[in-house]
């Protein structure tokens, strides 16, 4: 059964069975084994649910070890594992431990889909909002800039996504004191998001980042850096 299952089901009902689980594979074909991982990733899943971190946290990185010795190094249920235990590790406040997560999950992309795939792009911006959030701009500004690159190359100068990381960018450059390059990026910021709501009418998606005002305001305009999917 999938994990969607287990969040309908009353937690302790759930803990019990996805335990069981995890030992019975244990016992039939070893606790190395790919499969015992995937139990343990669930069980990880349903402690982050109910707010027991440290649980989840020793399960994703038990289930970790096993899958970065048994799998490829590009193969998804690597990347999935990696993906929620940096994201855990991160709402904890490690990001020291958060960071070499990030970095895989740059190099998975890269190796499952290449380079200049959109996908590596949201794992750049994702890594540059992590290095922004421990003040560690210098870092972050490339990231963005070679994610922006292959979101316009790959989808379009217009794209929402190029919007997104164009705010991003202009709210790193605020806080480096250059206003004028930061309201120049604001202001195209601004102009794809009104080209898309445009087109997409009244109903437009409430995903991206919103903001207000001009840019002559960036310090109430612009959002706090945002990680994306």
């Keep these: 059964m999938t994990l969607s299952f287990w969040i309908f089901v009353p937690c302790r ?11 019975m594979r244990e016992r039939v074909i070893g606790p190395e084994h790919p499969d015992c991982a995937q ?3 669930n069980l990880a899943a349903l402690y ?6 440290d649980k989840a946290e020793e399960l994703y990185e038990r289930a970790l070890d096993i899958r970065r010795r048994a799998l490829s190094p590009d193969h998804p249920s690597l990347a999935y594992t990696v ?7 991160k ?3 490690q990001l020291d431990k958060a960071v070499p997560l990030y970095e895989l999950a740059v190099e998975i992309r890269q190796k499952s889909f290449g380079p200049k795939h959109p996908s590596v792009a949201t794992a ?3 890594l540059a909002v992590l290095y922004c959030q421990m003040k560690k701009q210098v870092e972050a500004l490339p990231l963005y800039e070679r994610a922006m690159k292959i979101y316009e190359d790959s989808l ?3 794209h929402p996504r190029v919007g997104e990381t164009l705010k991003n960018l202009a709210l790193l450059r605020y806080e480096e004191g250059d206003f004028e390059k930061a309201a120049e990026l604001y202001k195209r910021a601004m102009e794809i998001k009104e080209a898309d709501t445009s087109v997409l009418g009244a109903k ?3 995903g991206h980042s919103s903001s207000g005002g001009d840019t002559y305001s960036l310090r109430n305009a612009l959002p706090v850096n945002t990680f994306t999917e």
């Design 13 to 23: 009902t759930a803990e019990m069975f996805l335990t069981r689980s995890l030992e």
């Design 39 to 41: 139990s343990l990733n």
């Design 48 to 53: 982050n649910e109910k707010k027991q971190y």
């Design 83 to 89: 993906k929620h235990l940096a994201v855990l590790y």
């Design 91 to 93: 709402r904890k406040g």
């Design 124 to 126: 750049l911006v994702n």
């Design 156 to 158: 379009g100068r217009m």
């Design 204 to 206: 437009a998606p409430s």
